[in-house]
């Protein structure tokens, strides 16, 4: 079961986080905050083991995006919107008094960082993205639409969690997975009411940020499990190129769902790659 943390009066919904702060109380600044932010219809929790890895040397914030885990659900109608998102986050960053953060995000959780390094630039010191593509490709939805019209009429046949487990194996590389986890991967998303999931299936797949990743100036790095497929290593490659400050890191052995199967190799990357940038 998930634990709950705290809950903010965010815009017009309550916000659950979690702020964790194990950097020495006696430090003559404050350090600086990890912002961990979670893919499609994902919460906190799935960001579980980063918090020790990071949080000798950084606050580490996670966050439930509107409608996911234990955050406040929208009602039936309501639109998930990129900007809402992204309103979402300066508004508890600015109840936090957190002025700047370095963001990662895991899929759709990278392009929300994204979106927010365009709006409001000095509030990102830079971008950790675990396999977020600039815009979703059309195989990506054909599959997880499992037959169906598409992914939205597939999620409104089997609810959040059946779908889940029906395309687990398209998320995660389940050979790597012990069936606990598998189960409780399906338990968490299946927090997610069906229209919120529905609403947001359609502001994802409907998000094209090619045109303005030039204009994201923060330090940006792309992590990448080695054996997705070819059209997503070349897609996140040209992205490396075009980002005016990006990196892409390679995971070798891994497919999807590398920050959390390799979360060790994945923090280590991203405090390799703030350190350099930070001189």
């Known amino acids: 079961m998930a634990r709950v943390y705290q809950k903010a009066r965010i815009n017009d919904i309550d916000i659950h986080y979690d702020l ?45 995006p509107r409608g996911y885990g234990h955050s406040g659900k929208p009602a039936i109608g309501h639109d998930i919107e990129l900007d809402q ?56 939805v054909d599959t997880y639409a499992i037959g169906e019209k598409d992914q939205g009429a597939a999620i409104e046949r089997y609810g959040v969690g059946e779908w889940c487990r029906r395309t687990l194996k398209h998320r995660v590389d389940v050979s790597k997975i012990p069936p606990q986890l598998g189960a409780w991967w399906a338990l968490e998303m299946d927090r997610v009411p069906r ?49 005016p400050a990006g990196k892409l890191v390679r995971l070798e052995g891994y497919d999807f769902g590398i920050h959390y199967l390799a979360p060790e190799r994945c923090v280590k990357a991203v405090r390799q790659f703030v350190a350099e940038r930070a001189h």
Request: aromatic letters at 8%.
């Open 20 to 64: 964790a702060d194990y950097t020495d109380p006696w430090r003559a600044a404050r350090a600086e905050t990890f912002l961990l932010y979670p893919g499609y219809c994902r919460n906190l929790e799935f960001w579980h083991a980063w918090v020790p890895l990071l949080g000798r040397d950084y606050r580490v914030l996670r966050m439930d």
């Open 85 to 140: 998102a992204v309103d979402d986050v300066l508004a508890l960053m600015d109840d936090l008094a957190i002025e700047r953060v370095h963001w990662v995000g895991e899929s759709t959780g990278g392009k929300v960082g994204m979106a927010l390094a365009l709006r409001a630039p000095r509030r990102i010191a830079s971008i950790s993205a675990c396999n977020t593509t600039a815009k979703t490709a059309q195989q990506t």
């Open 195 to 243: 229209h919120v999931a529905v609403s947001a299936f359609r502001c994802f797949s409907k998000v094209d940020l090619w045109p303005r990743l030039p204009e994201i100036k923060a330090p940006t790095l792309l992590i990448l499990g080695d054996n997705c497929p070819e059209n997503r290593r070349k897609q996140l490659a040209e992205m490396s190129q075009i980002l």
